[in-house]
C-alpha cells in the first residue's frame, strides 16, 4: 500500500484515493486538454447552430447530429440555451464536467455578454423583419383610402 502526497493539502493519503479525505481536492491527473469555457463559448455563439461547439467539447456524435438537423434551426434554439449555460456555468461545475476537476480560467465578460445580447438581438431583428413590411402595407392602405375621400364629392 503505497501513500503520496495532496495535490491540495501535502497530507498524505492511499495512492488509489481519488479525492483527499483531509481537504476533498481532486487527486486525479486530467488526460488530454483542457476544454475552455471561453471557448466553448465563441464556438457556440458564432457556430452554435452547426455543432463546432458540441465538437470542441469532443461530443462527436451530436455535432453530426447538429450538422444534420442544421437547416431545420432548432440546434440553433438548443445552442443558443446551451450558450447561456456555457457562459453562466461556475468554473467548478465546468471543471468536473469537461476537465477531469482541474480549473480554467473564468469566462470573459464579452462571451456572458454575446450569451445575453444575441439572442434578444436576433428576435429583434426577426421581429423587426416581420413588423415594417406590416406597417408599410399600413400606410399604403392608409393612403389609398385618404384618396379615395378625397375624390368623393361632398354631398351635404
Known sequence: MAM???RGCGKEIHE???????CGALQQV?????KSQTVAG???????GFGAHRFYLGKTVSGILYLLFCWTYIPALIASVE??????????TWAAKHNGGTLT????????????LGP??????????????????YTQRAQQFQSLLLAVPIIG
Open 105 to 116: 480560467p473564468p469566462v470573459h465578460w464579452t462571451i456572458k455578454a454575446l450569451a445575453v
Open 83 to 92: 450558450m447561456l449555460l456555457i457562459a453562466f456555468s461556475s468554473q467548478q
Open 30 to 34: 486530467v488526460s488530454g486538454t483542457l
Open 120 to 137: 434578444i438581438l436576433i428576435i429583434t431583428g426577426i421581429l423587426a423583419a416581420i413588423m415594417v413590411p406590416a406597417y408599410e402595407g
Open 16 to 22: 488509489t484515493a481519488p479525492t483527499c479525505p483531509h
Open 42 to 48: 465563441l464556438w457556440c455563439g458564432f457556430l452554435g
Open 4 to 6: 503520496v502526497y495532496c
